[in-house]
């Protein structure tokens, strides 16, 4: 395969996992939480460089458009573990320990807590949440930068 081609499966890739999240969001009516927002940036940048890399052939493009596909597979690694409970993850969006808490210092947390905790899986497919398969399929999408990187000439 040609790097052009490449690029765009990459790219096109990116562009489509995020439309997803807006398709489960606004169709689905799967509101996001601040793990799933952090794993949408790097797949608008990873798009935004294909199609700057489409328009302005430059091969080196294709590295940074594999580091942004890796970024979301870190950040969905990363929340599919909150996920599993096999790391707590960021005090803004999951649940905390209670005990030892005065009624008043609990209700401060419950009313300081978000709506959307990123230690609940919304939906998932096959055992494995957005999250986990946004991993998974960034992963993919790394190497298919890296292949346009690497068949550049």
């Given amino acids: 395969m040609t790097a052009r081609t490449l690029i765009l499966m990459a790219a096109g890739g990116s562009a489509a996992l995020l439309l997803g999240a807006f398709a489960f969001q606004h169709l689905g009516g799967l509101p996001p939480c601040a793990l799933c927002l952090w794993q949408r940036w ?36 990363y929340h599919a573990g909150v996920e599993q409970g096999w790391w707590e993850g960021p005090t803004t969006c999951t649940s905390g320990s209670i005990g030892g808490l005065s009624t008043d210092e609990l209700l401060d947390q419950i ?14 497919l096959a055992g494995i949440s ?10 993919v999408l790394a190497a298919l930068w890296i292949a346009a990187w ?4």
């Fill in 42 to 77: 790097p797949h608008a940048a990873a798009a935004l460089i294909g199609a700057v890399a489409l328009a302005v052939p430059a091969a080196w493009l294709a590295l940074p458009g594999a580091l942004a596909a890796l970024t979301t597979a870190g950040i969905g690694a």
């Fill in 150 to 153: 690497r068949a550049r000439a």
């Fill in 111 to 124: 009313m300081a807590a978000p709506l959307v905790r990123c230690d609940d899986i919304a939906w998932q």
């Fill in 130 to 139: 957005m999250a986990g398969w946004n991993a998974i399929l960034s992963l």
